[in-house]
T-cell receptor, first 118, second 114 residues
């Protein structure tokens, strides 16, 4: 069975600080997909990134970066120079590769609430 | 940019009543999902739907729940007899041809059962 653990329930930082959100996953599949979603106070789920299990390259997108390490089953998310608008709940999620023609559910972690203050 | 839409945004109902939550997935998507999020908790998978049939369902998705794609655009979740514990945010999601594609979520329907 697949499982995602986000051990950090809540993090508070001051604007301009860097912050890393941790995500550890469990799966028996050799092919799987990892995601980060942002849930701002308005409640919607905003897709941030998808990473395939066979691609361990780290990725940077503006102030966001992701560190995928299969050896430790981790997919951590770093926000550089945080801003107040980054305040949200961030969810890490995992889907396993199903058979062609079958849907593949997302298993979410419990989320990390990030509070960025001035 | 195409997006998943959901109606209504909020619904208040009495325990025991039937509710239908509606979703319009992105037009060329083939895989559809419902998730729910009880307030302050994580997002939980309910059901997936592909090729006009349920692909997988969770333990939460009991006989009180059903899904339907009545036409080429809508995807609905029906709860036949609502319970207090059904109060949650319900998200619809969809993705394209590959089962590994990114799921895009609708804005959610907040259901409150009194």
């Amino acid at each position: 069975a697949q499982k995602v653990t986000q051990a950090q329930t809540e993090i508070s930082v001051v604007e301009k600080e860097d912050v890393t959100l941790d995500c550890v996953y469990e799966t028996r599949d050799t092919t799987y997909y990892l995601f980060w979603y942002k849930q701002p106070p308005s409640g919607e789920l905003v897709f941030l990134i998808r990473r395939n299990s066979f691609d361990e390259q780290n990725e940077i997108s503006g102030r966001y970066s992701w560190n995928f390490q299969k050896s430790t089953s981790s997919f951590n998310f770093t926000i550089t120079a945080s801003q107040v608008v980054d305040s949200a709940v961030y969810f890490c999620a995992l889907s396993e590769a199903g058979w062609s023609g079958t849907a593949s559910k997302l298993t979410f972690g419990t989320g990390t609430r990030l509070q960025v203050t001035l | 940019e195409p997006e998943v839409t959901q109606t209504p945004s909020h619904q208040v109902t009495q325990m025991g009543q039937e509710v239908i939550l509606r979703c319009v997935p992105i037009s060329n998507h083939l895989y559809f999902y419902w998730y729910r999020q009880i307030l302050g908790q994580k997002v939980e998978f309910l059901v997936s739907f592909y090729n006009n049939e349920i692909s997988e369902k969770s333990e939460i998705f009991d006989d009180q729940f059903s899904v339907e794609r009545p036409d080429g655009s809508n995807f609905t979740l029906k709860i036949r007899s609502t319970k207090l514990e059904d109060s949650a945010m319900y998200f619809c999601a969809s993705h394209g041809a590959g089962h590994q594609e990114t799921q895009y979520f609708g804005p959610g329907t907040r259901l409150l059962v009194l």
